[in-house]
């Protein structure tokens, strides 16, 4: 079963998805989202009671000789 839900409650959710538009800074630019490459109804929230709890998707203990990223940035729009 999937859940519809109107398009701000998943602009305040989630962010901004494709053909939104967005107000850079205190600017009068807009700018629209072309692509957006989430895959609708795997978008991650973390944060207590959200869909990434902590210490899921994540370890305390792994270590940088391991491989593991030192960052991880997500929710973000790329402007070029």
Same mark, same amino acid.
């Given at each position: 079963? $999937?859940?519809n839900?109107?398009? #701000?409650k998943y602009?305040?959710?989630?962010?901004?998805? =494709? *053909?939104?538009?967005v107000?850079?800074g205190?600017?009068?630019?807009? #700018?629209? #989202?072309?692509?957006?490459?989430? /895959?609708?109804?795997d978008?991650?929230?973390? *944060?207590g009671?959200?869909t /990434?709890?902590? *210490?899921m998707?994540q $370890?305390a203990?792994? =270590?940088?000789?391991e491989?593991?990223?030192?960052? /991880?940035?997500t $929710? /973000?729009m790329? #402007?070029?």
């Open positions: 079963m $999937s859940l839900i109107r398009k #701000i602009a305040k959710m989630f962010g901004p998805t =494709t *053909g939104d538009r107000r850079l205190d600017t009068e630019l807009l #700018i629209q #989202i072309e692509k957006d490459f989430t /895959v609708y109804g978008e991650a929230k973390f *944060g009671g959200k /990434v709890r902590d *210490g998707a $370890s203990t792994a =270590t940088r000789k491989g593991v990223l030192d960052l /991880v940035i $929710s /973000v790329i #402007i070029d």
